[in-house]
């Protein structure tokens, strides 16, 4: 079976604190990808990568970067944590599209509270 | 974003009953997917359609596709009580994954 983790369930920060979101999944995927899920707003894309070292902006990366140095791993980074960014974070990997099929792979979700 | 919307936003039903949820879609999609979600859990991967698909079954899972209404409806029949959930279609075009912002589903004992 596919294995999403993420580095913690629950996290609380203070405003301007620098926040680490680690994902790393065992499937050897080649795709990763950060969301945020805030009620009445579903699922929003924030960055997404094909590759190691490669990062593509998703519909709302402003506020974040990510960096991956391996395939198995990919970090959000909220370099300057902000009360806005309170919110559900989920991780996904998968393999890349086949006879177009992109079937995501979810990990637990980390639930960030800025304080 | 070619963002689909699910229909209902809640939708309340008795074990036993069959529960249906629509998605509508804006653009041309490759292939519509759905997927469940616990509370505070991520998401599970259910069923794909492809776009020259028009229906598919999985267990007690049936989706329908129309592509010329660009809408598409999740049948779970005898539900559950376990099937308590929120559930979400993806559109992927030529973009990644698009989500809905779900329908969430009570099955009541």
């Known amino acids: 079976d596919v294995k999403v983790t993420q580095s913690s369930r629950y996290l609380v920060k203070r405003t301007g604190e620098k926040v680490f979101l680690e994902c790393v999944q065992d499937?050897?995927?080649?795709?990763m990808f950060w969301y945020r899920q805030d009620p009445g707003l579903g699922l929003r894309l924030i960055y997404f990568s094909y590759d190691v070292k490669m990062k593509e902006k998703g519909d709302i990366p402003e506020g974040y970067s990510v960096s991956r140095e391996k395939k198995e791993r990919f970090s959000l980074i909220l370099e300057s944590a902000s009360t806005n960014q309170t919110s559900m974070y989920l991780c996904?990997?998968?393999?890349?599209?086949?006879?177009?099929?992109?079937?995501?792979?979810f990990g637990p979700g980390t639930r960030l509270t800025v304080l | 974003s070619q963002q689909g919307e699910e229909d209902p936003q809640a939708l309340s039903i008795q074990e036993g009953e069959n529960a249906t949820m629509n998605c509508s879609y804006k653009?041309?999609?490759?292939?519509l997917q759905w997927y469940r979600q616990n509370s505070g859990r991520g998401l599970v991967h259910l069923i794909l359609?492809?776009?020259?698909?028009r229906e598919k079954h999985s267990g007690r899972l049936r989706v329908t596709l129309d592509t010329s209404k660009k809408s598409s409806s999740l049948l779970i029949t005898a539900s559950r009580a376990a099937d308590t959930a929120s559930y979400f279609c993806a559109t992927e075009g030529n973009t990644p994954l698009v989500f809905g912002k779900g329908t969430r589903l009570s099955v009541i004992a």
């Open positions: 653009t041309s999609i490759n292939n």
């Open positions: 499937m050897d995927h080649e795709n």
């Open positions: 996904a990997s998968s393999f890349p599209p086949s006879e177009y099929t992109d079937t995501q792979y």
């Open positions: 359609i492809r776009s020259n698909e």
